[in-house]
């Protein structure tokens, strides 16, 4: 790899079941963002050199679970593409690396075909399902792929992970045990060079990337002055101010359990989410109001952590956090979507310095108390939530088919069929004298 310091954009929108109608046709308040910031990185704007998409809630769910978003990821492939490379500064072109859909959670990774694009290699594609009994409704997609050294060594190897949590305040220990099972099942073969011929978790790798709608809330004690629900009118209105904000983050369930109590993300680190207001619930339509069913919170969230990152200092990272908010323009989802710009470290031994090729991937650090294991039935777990998967969305569509469009209906309907077909069953029958 070169030596300057790659560029890595990652956005994430949980588009609400909407299909093609999801995002807009234009993308600039998304992406554009992106290439106005990158601007203080050198003299003249700089465009990405990596590009990662995230979805959650893609497609609506009987599709999903049908297997039936081809369609619709393609669709979405070809727009973002056309988009990305239409506000480029200087037009730069880019290649799609890979993409991968399960159910409604999908990921695009693209290059800049001037750079990372011509160096890719060993492009894996991964999916797990932590939904019930496995299914994909909730649950995790990964990329991950080596750059290659100029000098033809090993290079660094990129994993990004997109994600959709368990919903709802109270079911934090679930969205723990959701995290968990995907460092457990999403599972890569190893990259070459390799020592290795096992499997590897996403923690395998010179830089991950874990983000998506993870789904956690705002945990304030019951005597604070904004958790009681006559307050939430309140409280949206309070979120204008950016100390009210910080002040709020000590409450955010993933912030506690990351930093506090070590039970899930150990390892990943953040940019400051409380610079920009929380990107769920929104009335749909809206820009900027909240839907007061729920308290506000920030449930889409970027994590990340670098091969030079030091478990001794958990907070710290070695990526520069240039860009991290949400855009309020969209309105189709009760959620917004989010946008980061990370800046990662130069390789810690540049290709200049070395007499031979890098003969392996340099690979992260983590606290010598966390070692993340393969799970040995990620293969039988994950098989089984995707039949699970096709056998709820075959019996959904014909549901929603007899109901015209309504599964609800579908139900009634294959209800009174069944009833009918048994009182005519049972009704008694003359038979035909055959003179």
């Given at each position: 790899?070169?030596?300057?310091?790659?560029?890595?954009?990652?956005?994430?929108?949980?588009?609400?079941?909407?299909?093609?109608?999801?995002?807009?046709?234009?993308?600039?308040?998304?992406?554009?963002p992106?290439?106005?910031?990158?601007?203080?990185?050198?003299?003249?704007?700089?465009a990405p050199?990596?590009?990662?998409?995230?979805?959650?809630?893609?497609?609506?769910?009987?599709?999903?679970?049908?297997?039936?978003?081809?369609?619709v990821?393609?669709?979405?492939?070809a727009?973002?593409?056309?988009?990305?490379?239409?506000?480029?500064?200087?037009?730069?072109k880019?290649v799609?690396?890979?993409k991968?859909?399960?159910?409604?959670?999908a990921?695009?990774?693209?290059?800049?075909?001037?750079?990372?694009?011509?160096?890719v290699?060993d492009?894996?594609?991964q999916w797990?399902?932590?939904?019930?009994?496995?299914?994909?409704?909730?649950?995790a997609?990964?990329?991950?792929?080596?750059?290659?050294d100029?000098?033809?060594?090993?290079?660094?190897?990129?994993?990004?992970?997109?994600?959709?949590?368990?919903?709802?305040?109270?079911?934090?220990?679930?969205?723990?045990?959701?995290?968990?099972?995907i460092?457990?099942?999403?599972?890569?073969?190893?990259?070459?060079?390799?020592?290795?011929?096992?499997?590897s978790?996403?923690?395998?790798?010179?830089?991950?990337?874990?983000?998506?709608?993870?789904?956690?809330?705002?945990?304030?004690?019951?005597?604070?002055?904004?958790?009681?629900?006559?307050?939430l009118?309140?409280?949206?209105?309070?979120?204008?101010?950016?100390r009210?904000?910080?002040?709020?983050k000590?409450?955010?369930?993933?912030?506690?359990?990351?930093?506090?109590?070590?039970?899930?993300?150990?390892?990943?680190?953040?940019?400051?989410?409380?610079?920009?207001?929380c990107?769920?619930?929104?009335?749909?339509?809206?820009?900027?109001?909240?839907?007061?069913?729920?308290?506000?919170?920030?449930?889409?969230?970027?994590?990340?952590?670098t091969?030079?990152?030091?478990?001794?200092?958990p907070?710290?990272s070695?990526?520069?956090?240039?860009?991290?908010?949400?855009?309020p323009?969209?309105?189709?989802?009760?959620?917004?979507?989010?946008?980061?710009?990370?800046?990662?470290?130069?390789?810690s031994?540049?290709?200049?310095?070395?007499?031979?090729?890098?003969?392996?991937?340099?690979?992260?650090?983590?606290?010598?108390?966390?070692?993340?294991?393969?799970?040995?039935?990620?293969?039988?777990?994950?098989?089984?939530?995707?039949t699970l998967?096709?056998?709820?969305?075959?019996?959904?569509?014909?549901?929603t088919?007899?109901?015209?469009g309504?599964p609800?209906?579908?139900?009634?309907?294959?209800?009174?069929?069944?009833?009918?077909?048994?009182?005519?069953?049972?009704?008694p029958?003359?038979?035909m004298?055959?003179?």
């Amino acid at each position: 790899m070169a030596e300057i310091r790659l560029l890595v954009q990652i956005a994430s929108y949980n588009t609400n079941l909407q299909a093609e109608r999801g995002v807009p046709q234009d993308l600039v308040d998304w992406l554009a963002p992106t290439f106005q910031v990158s601007s203080f990185l050198a003299r003249e704007p700089r465009a990405p050199d990596v590009v990662a998409v995230g979805f959650q809630e893609l497609l609506p769910l009987h599709m999903g679970l049908s297997g039936l978003s081809k369609k619709v990821i393609e669709d979405r492939n070809a727009l973002i593409l056309s988009q990305i490379e239409e506000h480029a500064p200087n037009k730069e072109k880019y290649v799609l690396i890979a993409k991968i859909v399960n159910v409604g959670v999908a990921l695009l990774v693209y290059g800049r075909d001037d750079s990372v694009g011509r160096k890719v290699e060993d492009v894996q594609t991964q999916w797990t399902g932590c939904g019930p009994g496995f299914m994909g409704n909730k649950g995790a997609v990964g990329v991950r792929f080596r750059v290659r050294d100029d000098d033809g060594g090993a290079g660094e190897v990129f994993t990004f992970v997109c994600a959709h949590l368990t919903a709802h305040s109270h079911k934090l220990e679930r969205r723990i045990a959701d995290y968990h099972h995907i460092v457990g099942s999403l599972l890569f073969q190893p990259t070459n060079p390799s020592n290795s011929n096992e499997p590897s978790t996403m923690f395998s790798t010179s830089h991950l990337f874990f983000f998506g709608d993870l789904n956690f809330r705002l945990d304030m004690p019951p005597d604070h002055d904004l958790a009681h629900p006559s307050q939430l009118a309140n409280f949206a209105r309070l979120l204008e101010d950016e100390r009210v904000r910080e002040d709020l983050k000590k409450f955010d369930q993933l912030t506690i359990e990351r930093d506090q109590n070590c039970s899930a993300f150990v390892g990943l680190r953040e940019g400051e989410f409380w610079k920009f207001k929380c990107s769920y619930k929104y009335k749909l339509g809206e820009v900027d109001k909240y839907d007061l069913k729920r308290h506000p919170a920030w449930t889409d969230r970027v994590m990340y952590t670098t091969h030079t990152d030091s478990p001794d200092t958990p907070h710290n990272s070695n990526i520069t956090n240039a860009l991290y908010t949400s855009i309020p323009s969209y309105t189709t989802s009760d959620h917004k979507p989010i946008v980061t710009v990370l800046l990662l470290p130069k390789p810690s031994l540049p290709p200049s310095t070395l007499t031979t090729p890098r003969p392996t991937p340099p690979l992260l650090q983590l606290p010598s108390q966390y070692n993340p294991r393969p799970d040995p039935h990620a293969s039988l777990k994950r098989y089984t939530g995707k039949t699970l998967d096709r056998l709820v969305g075959y019996c959904w569509w014909l549901l929603t088919i007899l109901g015209a469009g309504s599964p609800v209906f579908g139900l009634g309907n294959f209800a009174l069929g069944l009833g009918f077909w048994g009182w005519w069953r049972s009704k008694p029958h003359v038979a035909m004298d055959p003179s």
